[in-house]
């Protein structure tokens, strides 16, 4: 049995093989056809760059349904290559701002070229742990996360972050994937199945 350690270093293996190889078969979904399937229209995917959908996998389009309003500070936890940063920082216009944080560091050279192919001065994206975010308290509106905590297994320590760097009078807007039937408690949890 994988102890969280290895699980994490074998999720962040895997998400960066997709930022790198995104036409690769991978254990999950990946690209433009599955972000559209999800939800994020094919007219707003034209005006983004390639590198930042083509490597894309989450899990709805949390940017796209969340109520972000121009002047807020916002936070994509696990940004991947940016798409949901990019989007988001449209939204919030040139006096608000957009931190993208991932802990997959060929994913986020995904997000840095796309940002420097739009030239958006709104975005900051950083390398860190959904559990050590590298922000001053109560620092954003709202939070958007695209599926991170299925693949985490520090999920207290995330929330408990969460609650110190968003605002009072904030939010957070969380997609997940869930089962929808028990495992079986003696089932084995590994690498191939973490995924699954």
Same mark, same amino acid.
């Given at each position: 049995m994988l102890v969280a350690s290895q699980l994490k270093n074998a999720v962040r293996k895997a998400y960066s093989a997709a930022a790198e190889m995104p036409n690769a078969k991978h254990a999950f979904p990946v690209g433009r056809p599955f972000a559209e399937s999800i939800g994020y229209p094919s007219d707003l995917l034209d005006a983004i760059p390639k590198c930042a959908y083509e490597a894309f996998c989450g899990v709805t389009s949390? $940017?796209?349904?969340a109520r972000i309003e121009?002047?807020?500070r916002v936070l994509d936890l696990g940004c991947g290559g940016g798409l949901d940063s990019l989007i988001a920082a449209r939204r919030v216009g040139k006096h608000g701002h957009v931190t993208g944080v991932d802990f $997959?560091?060929?994913?986020?050279?995904r997000a840095r070229q796309a940002l420097t192919q739009t030239g958006d001065t709104n975005i900051t994206f950083c390398r860190a742990d959904a559990e050590g975010v590298p922000c001053d308290d109560a620092s954003f509106d709202l939070v958007l996360i695209n599926g991170i905590f299925n693949l985490n297994p520090a999920r207290e320590a995330i929330f408990a972050e969460l609650g110190r760097i968003v605002r009072p009078s904030?939010?957070?807007?969380?997609a997940e994937l869930v089962l929808t039937a028990s495992r079986l408690q003696t089932a084995k949890i590994d690498e191939a199945s973490w995924f699954a």
């Open positions: 949390v $940017s796209v349904d121009p002047g807020m $997959s560091e060929p994913m986020l050279e904030g939010g957070v807007r969380a």
